[in-house]
């Protein structure tokens, strides 16, 4: 996304009168990227596509609330991460038992066509409480900085690299555990 286009989305957004085809375009820019943030917290698809509805209703009535002062993906993103966790701790799915990680949502799934290893590191990950699993996501896969996260989980970046260090630890020791 670049910068031109998040600002035109925010102009189209102040306007009461482009509103409706600014959010359309916040949409179609950033659903991909809110899905696979979501589908690896989540885990199943139609759970992922559920939790992204609601990401994107809980925006559009959040719009008055929002007066640019992180860049609207981050915006969104905080939102997405808080309604997966939301989801999760509705579900109480806090640690996955090992029946049900070996019934991987990842393996079987016309969306995700990896690899065993692959699956094998959405399992052990699938294994980590929601927090860790979200820092160690937001990290490894999102590529994000420990500020960013930071900023998303409104958590000290100290914190974070602790969670990361020991999410990194529990995947390398499951690792272990099943050579």
Known sequence: MGECDEQQIMRLLSKAETQRKGFELLVR???EQLY???RRIV?????ANDVLQ???LKAWNGLDSYHGDAKIGTWLSRIAINESLDFLRRRKQQIVSMDDVSMSPFIADEYFDGSEAE???QEAIATLPDVQRTVFLLRYFEEKKYSEISQLLNTSEGALKASY???VKKISEYFKSRD
Not at 43 to 47: L, S
């Open 54 to 56: 609601n990401t994107f």
């Open 36 to 38: 696979w943030m979501i």
């Open 165 to 167: 260090h020991i999410a």
């Open 29 to 31: 820019s950033y659903s």
């Open 43 to 47: 885990q199943v698809h139609d759970d």
């Open 119 to 121: 699956a094998m590191l």
